[in-house]
């Protein structure tokens, strides 16, 4: 009687350790399988902006250069009209740089290489990038960086965030008006700040402004987004060991802060 009480109860035991054993395996089967159903959500969600995106500038171009070759449309035409093209097909080249670096990274093919970065030069560079643009709008631009202040990150992501939060506020601000950019040691960490004069953002956005991918807005002139630079920016800050936030009123502006790991070398007075 005690062999068999034995042998049932290790059998209990056995069938209970494979019953938490297959509890768990269908647990991770139902998370993963939740995980590629948001995926292939999102991954629709972006193709169609995309698509929407690359077929309205190479109509445009088409266009232009069908008028130029029946001889409808002068030189001059051309040239004033393809100076709007190209800033649509720049807008469109920073979109899908955005979903490659997106994708990339779901599909773990992205590595962060980390080295110490000079904040000044990186945004010199972003600068340079974005004042065409800028000009287009009469933009005025504002800066106070402080001198050696020295980041430890990944250049070219930080470089994407950069980006994207500053053709953002290029994009909602009205013709003149004026962005300012400051970056300062605040708490052992780089404190950035983006400010603009902007249409600024519903209070009803700004909640899941970096957690979800956005319905692409306008911007002042017409332009459009991409709808996932600011979800990319927060994927990209947190991967640097960085955040971010946002404060922001309709027609009052808005205002991006951003952190980052301070460098070690930064000197310290």
Same mark, same amino acid.
């Given at each position: 009687?005690?062999?068999?009480?034995?042998? =049932?109860?290790? %059998?209990?035991?056995?069938?209970?350790? /494979?019953?938490?054993? #297959?509890?768990?395996?269908?647990?991770? @089967?139902? !998370?993963?399988?939740?995980?590629?159903?948001?995926?292939?959500?999102?991954?629709?969600?972006?193709?169609?902006?995309?698509?929407?995106?690359?077929?309205?500038?190479?109509?445009?171009?088409?266009?232009?250069?069908?008028?130029?070759?029946?001889?409808?449309?002068?030189?001059?035409?051309?040239?004033?009209?393809?100076?709007?093209?190209?800033?649509?097909?720049?807008?469109?080249?920073?979109?899908?740089?955005?979903?490659?670096?997106?994708?990339?990274?779901?599909?773990?093919?992205?590595?962060?290489?980390?080295?110490?970065?000079? =904040?000044?030069? %990186?945004?010199?560079?972003?600068?340079? /990038?974005?004042?065409? #643009?800028?000009?287009?709008?009469?933009? @005025?631009? !504002?800066?106070?960086?402080?001198?050696?202040?020295?980041?430890?990150?990944?250049?070219?992501?930080?470089?994407?965030?950069?980006?994207?939060?500053?053709?953002?506020?290029?994009?909602?601000?009205?013709?003149?008006?004026?962005?300012?950019?400051?970056?300062?040691?605040?708490?052992?960490?780089?404190?950035?700040?983006?400010?603009?004069?902007?249409?600024?953002?519903?209070?009803?956005?700004?909640?899941?402004?970096?957690?979800?991918?956005?319905?692409?807005?306008?911007?002042?002139?017409?332009?459009?987004?991409?709808?996932?630079?600011?979800?990319?920016?927060?994927?990209?800050?947190?991967?640097?060991?960085?955040?971010?936030?946002?404060?922001?009123?309709?027609?009052?502006?808005?205002?991006?802060?951003?952190?980052?790991?301070?460098?070690?070398?930064?000197?310290?007075?």
């Amino acid at each position: 009687m005690f062999n068999f009480v034995s042998a =049932i109860s290790f %059998l209990l035991i056995i069938i209970a350790v /494979f019953k938490d054993i #297959q509890y768990a395996y269908q647990k991770k @089967i139902a !998370e993963q399988h939740a995980q590629l159903k948001q995926i292939n959500g999102t991954m629709e969600n972006i193709f169609s902006i995309i698509a929407h995106d690359i077929r309205e500038p190479l109509t445009s171009v088409y266009d232009m250069l069908s008028l130029f070759e029946k001889n409808i449309i002068t030189s001059q035409t051309a040239h004033e009209n393809a100076s709007l093209i190209k800033l649509r097909i720049t807008l469109l080249n920073d979109a899908l740089d955005n979903l490659l670096r997106w994708g990339g990274r779901n599909m773990q093919g992205t590595t962060i290489q980390r080295t110490d970065v000079c =904040i000044d030069a %990186l945004y010199e560079e972003v600068y340079q /990038f974005l004042m065409p #643009q800028a000009k287009r709008k009469a933009i @005025i631009w !504002e800066e106070n960086i402080e001198k050696n202040l020295i980041a430890y990150i990944d250049r070219d992501q930080i470089l994407i965030v950069f980006r994207n939060i500053l053709s953002n506020a290029i994009k909602y601000s009205h013709f003149g008006g004026t962005i300012h950019f400051s970056a300062m040691r605040n708490h052992g960490k780089v404190f950035i700040e983006i400010r603009d004069t902007g249409i600024g953002i519903p209070q009803d956005q700004l909640s899941s402004l970096f957690n979800y991918i956005q319905v692409p807005a306008h911007g002042t002139q017409g332009e459009r987004g991409s709808g996932f630079g600011l979800f990319l920016s927060r994927e990209l800050l947190q991967q640097n060991d960085g955040d971010c936030s946002v404060r922001s009123q309709p027609n009052m502006g808005s205002v991006f802060s951003i952190s980052l790991p301070l460098s070690k070398k930064t000197h310290v007075p």
